[in-house]
């Protein structure tokens, strides 16, 4: 019963990190994101009244990003408090977050949390 909305590989450029300089240059940053809920009225209408507009996911991820955290832990948290206020329809929440350019020794394509949670059909 559950559909699936993704959002993939968005990349945005942010200033996060515990080291001082991660503030000051920031680096790209790579955010995916699923989001469970029920499509199935808008796979019939047609109407964007029915679902839920990755567009606004997207501006959701966007201004989140713009807030420095230390943590990506924190980042997520606050992207997955905000998305579900916005659109409590949504059962379940799995967000990723990669610094494309983590400042540590070695070749990486880079490092990366990932927070989900699931939400009771009350809220």
Known sequence: M??????EDVKIYAYH???PEENTIG???IVNVELHTDLWKA????DLNDTISYADINDILHQEMKIKSKLLEHAAGRMISKIHNSFPQISYIKL??????PPMTGEMTGASIELEKSFSSNN
């Open 17 to 19: 990190g515990v080291l």
């Open 96 to 101: 990723k977050i990669t610094k494309t350019s």
């Open 27 to 29: 680096t790209y940053y």
């Open 43 to 46: 796979s019939e209408s047609d």
């Open 2 to 7: 559950n559909s699936k909305i993704f959002l």
